[in-house]
């Protein structure tokens, strides 16, 4: 079996069930990729020997009740693995080994799944490319020297280089989707409240979810089924009907009233993304859905919002890596100038960015212009998409505003690059589920993603509208491995 | 400084300056687990035995709200009769501090959870109202050492994320005795409520002290400096003291006093300026995302109020109105709920007036020689009880019964059983008593002519001679009665 990890995640549970396969096999197949694909530089710890003990040890005593029965994964490195480092790619954690596991990788763990290892991301999830990670640039195994986009881009590299069978990441403004999109696969930000945040290292309090990456909508509803349970450790968890997301998946759309936000056509975007909005439009309609127009007036001030909101509460959520308790410390010649220096060399430029402007907007005399002002312009744009759930079942649009671009092309224009979230970051802060689904490619051959948004805890709804797209649209990611020699 | 009709003023060069003062106490919430995490809360164990990864503050973890320490704070504000705010905000207080591993404080800033009430004091001239601008949660910070290693500081933090109550006064003191009722009356209607043990050694019981002062007649208030983290109300009332003295001088020599905060040097006992106003910290308050603003419904405040138990006040009324004790009585007793725990266990079975006077004299003089509490009194209610009954039944004198308490006092030991095991029971048989008279008289016939002959004053000298040659145990009623009787 030479293509094991060819394989969709559901189609490699199928086959451990039927005993065509054995954790040991699959886990050894995965990581092997893995390790001829350092290039990609995906991983930032490895777990490959504990991995392969544990499947042997799955395989001894196989328990084909669970539904992850000894499947390899490997996961952002911003979950809290007990005794796996977990640095969330800061120098600052860069020696961090967890005595705790976050509860979303315990859910996994629990289903039986085995974690090979931990995948790259953007410093404290903070950046659009991956190119904030301690750890180095990610490669996007679409074209050489394109980025994988972020905040999640290991995991976005990993998968679609066939190095995990899914995985996870955590979205605060898109650092699910956007990646997804940029890579050609699925990734689904759930509703604010629905998987825990327990463990997970905290960027923006109030805007963070984890969720699913994987390469089809089928593997998405399964791993969001894993993913997602109440729990009392998190006081925003919600303890709402949780589905049966796989067994419940259907294509059919028929009567389902889609919205399409005329906000959502800005100025600039490239004619390849309209045009792939158009043939979304298309399929709905020729499924039997309805499209609607709609209007959330408020989405040009999201972006502002998010910017001070997420920074905001970051500042606060990093001030907890001061150097005395566990990470880097540097010495100094008292307690503030240990705080200092501690904290300069520790953390990179994009998080010191957004700690600046985090503190800055929260001052005394700037709070009410800034903070508290985003608070309400936040509770508008909720407002926006509870009048436009009053007509529509769901809103169509596209993922991104462009394509994966050039490693270090937007890395000294900060402001162009937080632009990349601009499709993204509106539903974060109105807590609402979101799914990214790939549906073209550029005239570079790059991949394009459409963006399925739904009701809060509706998440059954947009897996199903992105399966019936995902059926109609074909996509096919082309992938050579040249980043293998 | 006067005190003329209990008035605290401060006296130079003819003007006469009132002080104003209010106060911030913290009170450590009585709680087996910490306000946001399950960790223990006991006082005095091993450095850092009692911190769990949320005290901690490790990557990923999140606060979880202690529902018992809500239940306190909400308790704590019926006993204060305020308002009780169904809806409030946890706020984080960012600062950074070595004790304090968030790198903010999880507090409650412009939504607290409870809003004003006020406390009665009982003063020499009469009750008055002290004014609560509102009590909120916080945590409490860890503990850093700076004398065990000259290198470095240590850093304890058992006592990080214990749940406190501020509870913040209005201006409304005006002396260190009103400053002295009122710590005790908080720590009073606290210790009624079980909501905080209010014991000030281990630190349960801190207060912030903001004072100001203004010429007498002024209606504008000074500026104010307050003065932080003050453990005793003796440091409290010292350091009033100081402050007040020294900010009338500040202003007798022409200058103005600058708002900040400062420290109470408790060898020195001054106060030294910590920070001004311009330097104080911009602690960027803002709702902490990782917890859900607090809902209360009235059914949950309800269900607390009809767990109140008495309070200090209306067991005082209960007092002066059923057991027609003076208001200076019944203000002792109520004091403490142990303290009244033991008087109505004592009287439940016995005399009132004498129980009061026994527990209020002889027991509290040895409380007070042994510095102990009265949970620890080595007399038990019941015991007693049984002293003021045998006193009151005859069986034995008040002074006898002062010689049974002496023993009584090493081991709790039951009085009618000391009384049976060493003969002190009264002599009431008349018999008997007539024969121990006929002795005295006989033996003294001078006396017995000088009395007669009108030196009244003898009478004592026959009752004496009397409970001595009965070693003190002869019923005095009934020696005078039937000596009387035999002399006239």
């Not at chain 2, 003291?241 to 020294?246: G, L, S, T």
Request: charged residues 30%; contains cysteine.
């Amino acid at each position: 079996m030479s293509n094991i990890t060819d394989l969709k995640l559901v189609e490699l549970v199928d086959k451990i069930k039927k005993k065509e396969l054995s954790s040991t096999e699959a886990t050894i197949a995965f990581i092997e990729r893995s390790k001829k694909s350092k290039k990609l530089n995906a991983y930032i710890s490895e777990n490959y020997e504990n991995a392969i003990k544990k499947a042997k040890i799955f395989d001894q005593k196989p328990d084909f009740k669970k539904k992850l029965p000894g499947i390899p994964i490997a996961v952002k490195d911003l979950f809290c693995t007990k005794n796996i480092r977990t640095t969330a790619g800061s120098k600052i954690l860069e020696n961090f080994i967890p005595t705790y596991e976050s509860t979303v990788t315990q859910n996994i763990l629990d289903e039986g799944g085995i974690v090979i290892g931990k995948l790259n991301c953007d410093e404290f999830a903070m950046g659009s490319s991956n190119e904030t990670s301690y750890f180095g640039n990610v490669q996007n195994p679409v074209s050489e020297n394109l980025v994988p986009g972020g905040s999640s881009g290991g995991s976005s590299s990993a998968l679609a280089a066939k190095l995990t069978p899914a995985t996870i990441g955590t979205d605060t403004g898109g650092s699910i989707r956007q990646p997804a999109s940029f890579t050609g696969t699925v990734g689904l930000k759930p509703t604010y409240g629905s998987c825990s945040r327990y463990g997970i290292v905290a960027f923006a309090s109030s805007l963070d979810q984890a969720g699913p990456m994987t390469h089809d909508v089928r593997d998405c509803s399964l791993m969001f089924e894993i993913m997602s349970t109440y729990d009392t450790k998190d006081s925003t968890s919600v303890d709402f009907k949780r589905e049966n997301y796989l067994n419940n998946l259907n294509e059919n759309i028929k009567g389902k009233k889609i919205g399409i936000p005329k906000e959502y056509r800005v100025d600039g975007m490239p004619k390849e993304i309209d045009e792939l909005w158009e043939k979304g439009i298309k399929i709905i309609k020729e499924n039997g859905g309805q499209i609607i127009e709609i209007s959330l007036p408020n989405t040009n001030y999201a972006l502002p919002t998010y910017y001070i909101v997420a920074p905001a509460e970051a500042s606060s959520n990093l001030a907890r890596y001061d150097g005395v308790k566990y990470g880097f410390r540097s010495k100094g010649e008292n307690l503030i100038d240990m705080y200092e220096k501690t904290r300069s060399e520790g953390f990179g430029d994009e998080v010191k960015r957004r700690i600046m402007i985090g503190t800055y907007v929260l001052s005394s005399g700037y709070y009410d212009a800034y903070y508290l002002k985003a608070q309400k312009v936040r509770r508008l744009i909720k407002n926006d998409f509870d009048e436009a759930y009053k007509k529509v079942d769901a809103i169509l649009t596209p993922s991104t505003p462009n394509s994966a671009f050039k490693i270090g092309e937007k890395l000294n224009d900060p402001v162009s690059m937080y632009l990349n979230d601009i499709f993204t970051v509106p539903i974060n802060l109105a807590g609402l589920p979101a799914i990214s689904i790939p549906a073209g490619h550029d005239k570079k051959g790059y991949p394009l993603g459409l963006q399925v948004i739904g009701k809060a805890f509706d998440e059954q709804s947009i897996l199903n509208i992105a399966f019936a797209l995902e059926k109609n649209i074909s996509f096919k990611n082309n992938i050579t491995d040249w980043w293998i020699k | 400084m006067s005190k003329n009709n209990g008035e605290y003023l401060i006296i130079r060069n003819d003007n006469k300056y009132e002080v104003i003062i209010g106060l911030e106490v913290h009170a450590q919430v009585l709680s087996e687990s910490k306000l946001f995490s399950t960790s223990s809360t006991k006082f005095g164990s091993e450095p850092n035995t009692q911190v769990s990864l949320v005290d901690a503050a490790f990557p990923g973890m999140l606060p979880v709200i202690n529902e018992h320490c809500i239940k306190q704070a909400v308790k704590t504000g019926i006993g204060l009769k305020a308002k009780i705010n169904k809806r409030s905000i946890f706020d984080r207080k960012n600062y950074f501090y070595a004790d304090l591993p968030q790198g903010y404080q999880i507090s409650q800033y412009k939504d607290p959870i409870v809003g004003e009430g006020s406390v009665t004091l009982d003063m020499p001239n009469g009750e008055i109202n002290i004014g609560i601008e509102r009590l909120h949660l916080e945590q409490d910070a860890g503990k850093s050492i700076h004398d065990i290693d000259p290198q470095n500081t240590l850093v304890d933090l058992n006592r990080s994320g214990v749940a406190l109550m501020e509870i913040v006064s209005k201006p409304d003191l005006r002396s260190l005795d009103e400053v002295n009722a009122y710590i005790k009356k908080l720590r009073s209607i606290m210790r009624y409520l079980g909501t905080c043990d209010g014991n000030m050694q281990e630190g349960s019981l801190r207060a912030d002290v903001n004072v100001s002062v203004r010429k007498k007649g002024d209606k504008k208030l000074g500026t104010r400096c307050e003065i932080k983290n003050v453990n005793s109300i003796k440091f409290m009332q010292m350091a009033i003291d100081f402050e007040a003295n020294r900010q009338v001088d500040v202003i007798e020599e022409g200058g103005s006093i600058n708002q900040e905060t400062r420290l109470f040097d408790t060898k020195k006992n001054e106060t030294r300026s910590m920070r001004s106003k311009e330097d104080a910290h911009d602690y960027r308050y803002f709702p902490d995302p990782d917890l859900l603003p607090l809902e209360l419904n009235d059914n949950y405040i309800d269900q607390i109020k009809k767990d109140i138990p008495e309070l200090p006040d209306e067991k005082k009324k209960r007092f002066i109105e059923k057991f027609k004790l003076s208001p200076y009585e019944a203000n002792i007793l109520v004091s403490d709920i142990e303290i009244s725990k033991y008087f109505e266990e004592v009287s439940k079975n016995s005399d009132v007036k004498l129980a009061t006077n026994w527990i209020t004299g002889e027991l509290f003089a040895l409380l007070n020689e042994k510095n102990i509490e009265i949970t620890e009194s080595p007399i038990s209610s019941k015991n007693l009880s049984k002293l003021i009954n045998l006193i009151k039944d005859g069986t034995i004198s008040g002074k006898i019964a002062k010689s049974v308490f002496e023993i009584m006092r090493d081991g709790d030991k039951d009085p009618t059983i000391i009384v049976e095991e060493k003969g002190l029971k009264q002599q009431s048989d008349p018999k008997e008593l007539e024969n121990l008279i006929n002795k005295v008289i006989t033996e003294n016939p001078k006396n017995v002519e000088a009395y007669k002959s009108g030196k009244d004053k003898l009478f004592g000298f026959f009752v004496g001679q009397v409970m001595k040659n009965s070693n003190g145990k002869a019923n005095p009623k009934l020696v005078n009665e039937i000596l009387k009787k035999k002399l006239n």
